[in-house]
T-cell receptor
Framework: ETGVTQSPTHLIKTRGQQVTLRCSSQSGHNTVSWYQQALGQGPQFIFQYYREEENGRGNFPPRFSGLQFPNYSSELNVNALELDDSALYLC???????????FGPGTRLLVL | LAKTTQPISMDSYEGQEVNITCSHNNIATNDYITWYQQFPSQGPRFIIQGYKTKVTNEVASLFIPADRKSSTLSLPRVSLSDTAVYYCLVGGGSMDSNYQLIWGAGTKLIIKP
């Protein structure tokens, strides 16, 4: 059984650019959640996808958007990057919404 | 939304038992209590989950009193590699509850030789 994987591991962008982060869920999991984690803080919920539909959203602006594909992998897109978007972006999958979440290794994004 | 309170940091020594307590006064009837461990620049790792009384697995025990307003994560015989941040969360009892999980700053546990 493969765990949650994320790509890329690290990324450097400049202000105003757009970025796409990718996540493959754990085998058998149809729910993916995305989190942003700033240095020294706990993860903050961005949104969740369940069976290709957005199933909940945290307090993030519309320039944060996502997709879930038929194989339950997922993308996080961030437009018009700002310096404060620099963070560790975490993807977590679960069997269904509400069940235990298992996290990937994260993508470290640096916006200059 | 249930919110948790944990100590910001704790120190201990190799070979000791470490207990980290989390308070969650507003826990809902359907909520589970889940603990994660996180090393720097890595994703959180699931440690243990429980609903009431005591749960034990190969790495930790979780003690939950009858009123469920608090819980204690117990790590037996810690080693230097247990130095990490530990998060306590409540929720997950229903299909729409994952996104209601609120992560605090966690407890930074430092194990000394």
């Amino acid at each position: 059984e493969t765990g949650v994987t994320q790509s890329p591991t690290h990324l450097i962008k400049t202000r105003g650019q757009q970025v796409t982060l990718r996540c493959s869920s754990q085998s058998g999991h149809n729910t993916v959640s995305w989190y942003q984690q700033a240095l020294g803080q706990g993860p903050q919920f961005i949104f969740q996808y369940y069976r290709e539909e957005e199933n909940g959203r945290g307090n993030f602006p519309p320039r944060f958007s996502g997709l879930q594909f038929p194989n339950y992998s997922s993308e996080l897109n961030v437009n018009a990057l700002e310096l404060d978007d620099s963070a560790l972006y975490l993807c977590a999958s679960s069997f269904v919404p509400g069940r235990t979440q298992y996290f990937g290794p994260g993508t470290r994004l640096l916006v200059l | 939304l249930a919110k948790t309170t944990q100590p910001i940091s704790m120190d201990s020594y190799e070979g000791q038992e470490v207990n980290i307590t989390c308070s969650h006064n507003n826990i809902a009837t359907n909520d589970y209590i889940t603990w994660y461990q996180q090393f720097p620049s890595q994703g959180p790792r699931f440690i243990i989950q429980g609903y009431k009384t005591k749960v034990t697995n190969e790495v930790a025990s979780l003690f939950i009193p009858a009123d469920r307003k608090s819980s204690t994560l117990s790590l037996p015989r810690v080693s230097l590699s247990d130095t990490a941040v530990y998060y306590c969360l409540v929720g997950g009892g229903s299909m729409d509850s994952n996104y209601q999980l609120i992560w605090g700053a966690g407890t930074k546990l430092i194990i000394k030789p």
